[in-house]
């Protein structure tokens, strides 16, 4: 049972475009979602994250979407730079939970073409 | 400042062999979790540990075991090794008062069960 989708194993951007990527997620008690970025050879590094009680967070060209009534979270950066290829992960849990047990999407692998 | 260090970067067991993986948290880091990597899949959570006391256990078998040292340092042992153990073991810590949740990672451990 995969309660965290992203249903879109790869994208392909041009420099300088937005890149759009997208995460749904399917237990209601999920509240707090992070997205991750991984290079390879490398361990998954820490972009943004997003309380259900918000629904956007901006960090410089990254900014995060929740849709509660959706299930639904997208990633958005602008603009793309080659420097952004890698996999990302989108990941939510129930942060009431006291556990930091997070649940990771199966990732999409990004591709900023120069 | 060093990051979450791991050990071995790699190794290669046998079937019904053991395996012991460990991992130095972020100095000041209390909080040590486990995750397995499966090739084209998200992390999946198997052990979270704060303060030496296991906090949260993922869906694996009891083959699966972890400590945590009281200099926060954390140890996965997996027992009976299988195939489809093979995967990239990822350690990650958090540190008090981190209010975006976010878990630090290392850059794992590659086991191969042959």
């Known amino acids: 049972d995969q309660q965290v989708k992203q249903n879109s194993p790869s994208l392909s951007v041009q420099e300088g475009r937005i890149s759009i990527l997208n995460c749904d997620y399917t237990?209601?008690?999920?509240?707090?979602f992070l997205w991750y970025k991984k290079y390879p050879a490398e361990g998954p590094t820490f972009l943004i994250s997003?309380?259900?009680?918000?629904d956007k967070n901006e960090d410089g060209r990254f900014t995060v979407f929740l849709n509660k009534s959706a299930k639904h979270l997208s990633l958005h950066i602008v603009p793309s730079q080659p420097g952004d290829s890698a996999v990302y992960f989108c990941?939510?849990?129930?942060?009431?939970?006291?556990?930091?047990?997070?649940?990771f999407g199966t990732g999409t692998r990004l591709k900023v073409l120069a | 400042d060093a990051g979450v260090t791991q050990s071995p970067t790699h190794l290669i067991k046998t079937r019904g062999q053991q395996v012991t993986l460990r991992c130095s948290p972020i100095?000041?880091?209390?909080?040590v979790s486990w995750y397995q990597q499966v090739l084209g899949q998200g992390p999946q959570f198997i052990f979270q540990?704060?303060?030496?006391?296991?906090?949260g256990r993922g869906n694996f078998p009891d083959r699966f075991s972890a400590r945590q040292f009281p200099n926060y340092s954390s140890e996965l042992n997996v027992n009976a090794l299988l195939l489809g153990d093979s995967a990239l073991y990822l350690c990650?810590?958090?540190?008090?008062?981190?209010?975006?949740?976010?878990?630090?990672f290392g850059e794992g451990s590659r086991l191969t069960v042959l």
């Open positions: 237990n209601s008690m999920f509240d707090y």
């Open positions: 990650a810590s958090r540190g008090a008062g981190t209010n975006t949740g976010e878990l630090f």
């Open positions: 540990y704060y303060e030496k006391e296991e906090r």
């Open positions: 997003i309380s259900s009680i918000k």
């Open positions: 990941a939510a849990s129930p942060r009431t939970s006291g556990t930091y047990k997070y649940i």
């Open positions: 100095s000041g880091h209390k909080s």
